[in-house]
Every structure is written in C-alpha cells, then in structure tokens.
C-alpha cells in the first residue's frame, strides 16, 4: 500500500489540472438523482460571491522583494512557509525541528502558565506580561536563542533546496497560466461575459435593496432568520441579472447545519439551520455567500440530465476522527490510531519520568453507544429526504423514483496531521454506502489545497488519507480525489504582507489594497474566503462526480 500512495504522490506533482471524461456527453438518467455534500467550514462556504469579481481580473502579482523577506522570527510568511514545501534530502530533519518549534513554545506556555510549579526567575529571567504582544516574541526570541530558527533558515537557503523561495514565488505567479482552461469554463458558465463594471453595479444595487430594506443580508448573532429564503431569493435575482450568475432549472437543495435559515424546530437543536429550494447562490454560510455546493450542482445539471437533489450536510470546525467519526468505529481505534496513541504515551511517560512527575497514560476509547456530533445532525436529515424526496423536489414522482447517485466530501483541516485519515475516511464511506443501501455509490474527495504548490498538494496527513482510501481495493475505481491545490489563490495571502513592506498611497501599497477589499471576503479565512477559488473547486468536483456517475475512471489516476 506505502508503494502505491506513493506513486499516486508522485504522479500528482506531475499533471495539475483535469483531463477528459466520461461524462464529456450528457449522461440520461430518469430517475431523481440524490446526491449528498459533506463536510465541515469548507463545504459550509464562507466565500462572498462578489469576490468573483476576481474572475474579471488578471491574477494579483505581488513584489517579489516584498514577498521573498525573510524576517526575523518564523511568523509563516513565504519565507517560513518554505518549510512545508522544501525539496531536499533534509526534509525530515526539517520537519524535526519545526516540531522543535512547537515542543519550545509549548514548554514556555507551561512555565508561563505554572503548569509544572511557579516561575524561576534567577534560571529563566523576567516572566512576560500576558498577552499576544508580549508572548508571541518571547516564544520567538526563546525559539530563536536555541537555535531553531537559525538551523531551519540554513536548509532553505542551501543549495541542496531544489524549491527554495525564488522557485515558489515563480510557481505562484505562473497559476492562472497553468488553469487556464478551467479559468475560461468557470468564467464562461458563471459570468457569461460580465465585467468589473457589472459588480460595481450589482454592489450598488444590494447595497440600496439593503438601505430600503427590501434586501436582509444578516441577521444578529443568535436571532432565527426565518425569512431567509426569501432573501436569499432576492439576492440572487440581483446576482442573476448583473452578474449572470445561473440559477439553476433541475437541480434543487436541501441544506442543514451552517447555513442561512430558520433553526430546527428538535429540542436542543443547536447548530441545525435549514434551507431548501431551486440551487441558487446563497447556500454557504449566509445568503450572500458560496460553498462548493454552487459549483458541483450547476456542473452536475450542465452534465447529467435529470432532476438533481443535493443534500449539504456541513458543520465548521469537525473532524473526522471524531464529529465525523463512522458510526462503525465507536469504541474501535483503528490500527494506526492505537500504534499513534501507544507511542504518544510512552514519550510522554519518558518525559514526566525525566521531569520526576507521575504520568497517567491516555486509555483506548470506549464504546459511546451513540452517532457522533454531526453523525447525529445528518443521519436524520438522510432519512427525512429518502422518506420523502418530493418534499424537497416539486415534481418529483414517486413511480419512477430516485437513485442515491453520490457523495462530495469536503473536509481535513481538523484531522490535517491525522496518519490514521484514510483508515477512517474508508470506513465512513462503507458505513454510509450501508446506510443509503448502494454498495458501489460514487464519491468525490477534495483535498485541502491551502499549501497550493505542486509538489507539496499532497503533504499532509488528510490529503494523503485521501489517496490511500481512493487506492484500497473495496473503494478503488469508485472513489475519486479533487487536487484543489491548484485553485487556491495563495497570493492573496501575501496582501498584508505587501501593505506592510509600501507607505500607504504608494502604487503597490493601493494595488494590494483593492485586491484586499474586492478579492477577499471571510477575513481571509478558508480559501481567502474567493469565490473565484470555490467556483473553480465545485466545478472541479461536479465534473468528477459525473464521471463517476457515468462510469468514468477516477480522475485523480489520471493526475
């Protein structure tokens, strides 16, 4: 298995963008097509969908002198980022002493803390003041007078660094050249021509629906928005004759959990917001912004002809390993989870034994006897559609009946340095192909394509996970990985770097600050929180999914 994953690591770092499939003809299908979205923020959708006003623009080409300093403390700017994406024969080295890193601000967070007994004052000098301008450069000057930073800044710089600073920013710069098709398609579907003019006017248009209050957009933290629905159905009419922006004909959603809508009306419901109707924009996090859930259904209606219904099942900050966790595995460790947690208790018993503390060991799991958190929400929300498709899709006709044609996953920021992520990822597939009784349903994965280079898109542990549980020979040839590493805009991370490297009123400094305000929604969290980045990825994801749908290889063999 090590053999094939990697392969499958190697061979991705190749090809970066999608090839033909089998799904290039409209597939017939007469029966209603169901097809489940999961996940967790990243399926939610926090991407605002004027920031698609950066598929009206040329890629943002930030200073390469701003963009390739090399501070003083590794803060994770492009310099320091280096680290996760270094190509050498130093890179397990390198990742020791990043560890190095983290075990060092630990250590000092404690002694901060008085975890371990009351501050030494004569051993370790004056204790910091409280607060993130106090702390943060004392763990880095701690960091820094042991070495750590200096060593790491040696690896990257020397010469046997095959992708050093200079190779990433030429990468980066290079993005758009290299998506290019998927650019034009995304832009052609969704835009149909419209210009930066066009969102100047959609923006004006909402922002005087909002003032006349005809348009809500948000409603206070902790109030229902019962009228969501219609909000955002006036929003995307706005969004349809300025923008273009399709509304779909054949494809219809029902959306739980973070979403924009009315609260469940089940006792001590928490997090159940719900929302249904025709696929429009509007069904990520508010009702002006998108998931992947835009993308993949327009691209599916685009594909396949029938009626399409999508259930978006999504929840911020889960983890498979345990929101998530396949209902099959209550109680159970998977064999990589048990040698993780056997190893973690012996360093840590070695640790307090050295440090004269007594150590109690973290126990193997037991049974709950119960679905974990967001199991819980979606089990019920699979049953209420199954039972009763109609009431989710108008037409819908019992006689001919629905298929459960696939699932996108979407989800790993959580369990990113989990080992044991394609062990659980597995298994949640064959509990939920159980559950909907379709031993073979299709599924998409998309990966996490924060690092955004080609040669580390596969790096972390969830994005591994992915390709290993794509490769075990019950899922093999059925599930299908979504690299969307190459739509990640990772210049725009780089704005507040530029903006603190230029005066204010200098043409770099005003540049990066019209990319900040236009391209850049969510604060810059989750994919820069774009919507020229998630249109790129649902499209990316739908198309898969109709390959698989229509008997198609996996995409990601290709790749």
């Known amino acids: ?287 002006t912004t998108i998931g992947p859930e835009y993308g993949v259904g327009i691209a599916l209606e685009r594909l396949v002809d029938a009626p399409i219904l999508l259930v978006k099942c999504s929840w911020g900050n889960t983890s498979l390993a345990s929101a998530w966790r396949a209902p099959s595995l209550d109680g159970v460790e998977t064999p990589i989870e048990k040698a993780v947690r056997e190893a973690s208790n012996n360093k840590r018993a070695e640790a307090a034994k050295q440090a004269g503390r007594e150590f109690t060991p973290r126990p193997a799991p037991t049974p709950t006897g119960k679905l974990q958190y967001a199991w819980g929400m979606t089990m019920p929300e699979i049953d209420k559609v199954l039972a009763d498709p109609g009431k989710y899709y108008p037409g819908y006709d019992p006689k001919v009946g629905y298929d459960v044609a696939g699932m996108v996953w979407f989800q790993g920021y959580s369990d990113k340095d989990n080992p044991a992520y394609g062990e659980l990822l597995a298994q949640m597939i064959k509990d939920l192909r159980k559950k909907v009784k379709t031993p073979k349903l299709p599924v998409v994965c998309g990966t996490l394509g924060m690092i955004g280079f080609k040669n580390a898109a596969f790096s972390e542990e969830a994005n591994k996970g992915m390709l290993q549980a794509s490769q075990m020979p019950d899922l093999i040839g059925t599930v299908d990985v979504v690299n969307t590493a190459p739509f990640y805009p990772m210049e725009l991370d780089l704005i507040k770097q530029v903006m603190g490297a230029y005066a204010k009123g200098t043409p770099e400094y005003e540049k990066a600050m019209l990319y900040q305000k236009r391209a850049i929604s969510n604060k810059g969290f989750h994919y820069n929180g774009s919507a020229k980045c998630l249109l790129l990825i649902g499209d990316a994801m739908g198309r898969s999914l109709a390959n698989l749908m229509a008997g198609g290889e996996p995409m990601i063999n290709a790749e």
């Open 1 to 287: 298995m090590k053999r094939t994953i990697s392969a499958c690591v190697m061979i991705a770092m190749i090809a970066w963008v999608g090839c033909v499939t089998a799904a290039d003809k409209k597939i017939k299908k007469e029966k209603l097509q169901i097809v489940f979205l999961l996940g967790q923020s990243n399926m939610v959708g926090m991407s605002d969908i004027g920031t698609a006003w950066y598929l009206t623009q040329p890629q943002y080409v930030p200073p390469r002198k701003a963009t390739e300093l090399k501070t003083q403390y590794f803060d994770w700017n492009f310099y320091w980022s280096g680290a996760k994406y270094y190509q050498g024969p130093k890179k397990a080295e390198l990742a020791a002493l990043v560890q190095a890193r983290r075990d060092s601000r630990s250590k000092w967070r404690q002694r901060c803390n008085g975890v371990h007994g009351p501050w030494k004052v004569t051993e370790w000098g004056s204790k910091p003041k409280g607060g993130r301008g106090n702390m943060y450069p004392f763990l880095d000057g701690k960091a820094e007078s042991e070495g750590i930073y200096k060593r790491i800044a040696e690896i990257l710089d020397s010469k046997e660094n095959q992708f050093n600073v200079t190779d990433a920013y030429n990468e980066m710069i290079d993005r758009d050249n290299v998506i290019a098709d998927d650019l034009k398609r995304v832009r052609e579907i969704y835009l149909k021509g419209a210009k930066a003019e066009d969102f100047d006017a959609f923006n004006a248009a909402v922002g005087a629906a909002v003032q006349e209050k005809s348009l809500v957009t948000k409603v206070g933290k902790g109030f229902n928005f019962l009228d969501a629905a219609k909000h955002r159905t006036a929003y995307a009419n706005l969004a349809q004759k300025y923008l273009h922006l399709p509304i779909a004909k054949r494809t219809y959603i029902k959306a739980h959990g973070h979403v924009a809508g009315p609260q469940s009306d089940t006792p001590n419901a928490g997090n159940q917001k719900n929302a249904a109707g025709v696929l429009t924009v509007g069904y990520g996090g508010s009702v």
